[in-house]
């Protein structure tokens, strides 16, 4: 398959991956509450990480893009593809590496609360604290392979844009083939307005060619 079709699967592929570990449980924190008591809180990639929903989009506009447009516009978008797919990685990889911080998961969870239109989402009480935290790890490496899937392809797109297809066009033509498409078009139909001027256009008298 050529890469100028294949980078965009990549993409698309990849962006299909990172939504899937949007979806999946990332963070687990434990919390104290004085009225309700002691909670597990599951805290979803979507919520942890704000960005990824935007980046995957970018990458399905882009894997769209990468198929319709021309050379040059393939060209770019995989470059910006490929940024994209590198800043998705970011906080997974922070997560991984360094840990959950209680704190920005007590922010996380008390924000929930307050946002009506929060789904999908565990939230606690604004004198809730949240006293430890725990990395689901198939959450952010879902979102690494994804990244990786989709910078590859992007860079794949991005050095082989490929060649524009051909135009089918007069415009395009060379003079001789022209001619000779004239020189038909005035044997079969000479008595059309439009092949005349069209030979006319061309330098080519109609009336030599009906003493041929």
Known sequence: M???????LLIAAGAIVLWLSSRATWVVAASE?????????DIIGSAWSLEI?????????GAVAGMALRRV?????G???????????WTPVSLLTAGADAERAQKIL?????N??????AQISDWATVVSTEVHSLGPILALIGAAAALFGAVMLARNPGEDKAKVSSKYETPAARQAKLEEDLETSSDSGRVMWDALDSDIDPTDMDKK
């Open 2 to 8: 050529k890469a100028r079709r294949l980078g965009p």
């Open 110 to 114: 008390q924000g929930a609360s307050a």
């Open 33 to 41: 509450d004085d009225k309700a008591g002691s909670a597990a809180n």
């Open 73 to 77: 516009g393939r060209r770019v978008v």
């Open 116 to 121: 009506e239109n929060a789904v999908d989402s």
């Open 53 to 61: 929903m935007a980046l995957t989009l970018v990458l399905v506009t």
């Open 79 to 89: 470059i910006v593809c490929a940024l994209a797919a590198a800043a998705s990685a």
